[in-house]
């Protein structure tokens, strides 16, 4: 593979786990500021508690997305960025460089997800 499609690759894991670190610190900010005791009314309490679930729902997500981008970044330095995890092979440039994260060729991402669905 081109070294400089790696390169790209590698520059945007980089940035988008900038951003999630800097998001991870504003949800632990909003989690710490956002007291119970700003919201006497019931109805408030509740909009309070399904913010914060969904909160911890993005975190979860987001802590995926860390652990898949760390992976990538480990890819590239092992020099397997862009091998197929499903059948060995290449992964398509394009794919790699709009969504670097993936591990699988389309045909395989393809297999799975039919997978999923049964
Ligand atoms: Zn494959």
Redesign the pocket.
């Known amino acids: 593979m081109d070294r400089s499609v790696i390169e790209k690759c590698r520059l945007e894991l980089q940035r988008q786990l900038d951003e999630m670190m800097a998001e991870a610190e504003r949800t632990v900010v909003d989690m710490t500021t956002i007291g119970e005791e700003n919201f006497p009314d019931p109805t408030d309490r509740a909009l309070l508690e399904s913010n914060r679930n969904f909160t911890l729902r993005l975190r979860d997500r987001d802590r995926k997305l860390v652990a898949k981008i760390k992976e990538a970044v480990k890819r590239i330095e092992k020099g397997t960025f862009g091998v ?6 290449a ?1 398509e440039e394009k794919r790699l460089i709009a969504r670097p994260v993936t591990s ?6 393809t297999v799975e997800e039919e997978e999923e669905v049964k």
């Open positions: 197929c995890e499903g059948c060995g092979g992964i699988l060729c389309i045909d395989c991402k």
